[in-house]
């Protein structure tokens, strides 16, 4: 099978890379820089040198391809709006497989670090916040317009860690670094799901063998409680972990600070046979990759 990757050298993308490439499938992964198409041959993928904005590349190696799988973090919604219908349109009447890849961060909801009960699986009716509805339309388009393609699918993640990586572990200990105490909102009792990285590769690779078209899959392995990830954070870091309002976050999203998103897989465990085998989350914080990589910053 032959795979075009638009973010193969991010976080999930270069792991992703490796994965399809250690079985045998051929990835070509867009890369906009030097160190972007390094990263890419590294992990075993064929480094495209090109923006999304050259339509020609994009559009030949979306031609080659069995397979255009979107997995890269775009600014703005709007933007990425933009790249995945560009890519809709690329694929229409082609017979290809095309994957979208979203994130339960579209179910947040219950912000100020409050506990949550609602748990969603994949096709269960929420109401998205303001901020999140774009995206949510966007993963309906993508569905809607499978028939038009082959197969169109939407993956959602929730937070992704493994291998010392991720978004949320590093930016977590980072803030700590910078403020000397661990932050948590509110009184911390909010929970998100979560999925080692290894196994998110798993579900692509299932999706696209058996993957139906038009449909949705959410990638859970387990979940955690912001309050108890800022304690074990602060313990691995021999640091506390302090409360703080929502008026102490900055950025465009203040909003959603300390809201929960608790997710349920289960057209992905029914309908491919998806399941979680890696180490846990907690496990992995106080004696896998990122104890290691504390170590190696000489945090430790």
Known sequence: MRIFLIGGSGYVGRHLTRRLAAEGRQVTALARSAGAADIIAQAGGR???ASLDDAPAVAQASDLADAVIYVAQFPTVAEETCAVRA???RC??????????SGTGVLCRDPGGGWSEPVHAEDDPFDPHPLLRDRVLLEDEVRARSG???RAMVIRPPQ???HGGSVALPGMIAEARRRGFVPFVGPGLSIWSNVHVD????LYIRMLDAGSGGSLYHAVGGEHCERHLALEVGNAMGLPARSIAISDIAGPYRSLAGCSSRSRAIRSRDELGWRPRSTDMFTDLLSGSYFTAL??????
Not at 92 to 101: E, L, N, Y
Not at 199 to 202: F, P, R, V
Not at 295 to 300: K, N, P, S, Y
Request: charged share 30%.
């Open 92 to 101: 229409a009447g082609k017979d290809k497989i095309f994957v979208m890849t």
């Open 148 to 150: 038009e393609i082959g």
């Open 295 to 300: 170590q190696d910053e000489g945090i430790l």
């Open 199 to 202: 196994d998110l590769c798993d």
């Open 160 to 162: 992704v860690y493994g």
């Open 47 to 49: 480094p495209l040198l």
């Open 87 to 89: 890519g809709l349109d």
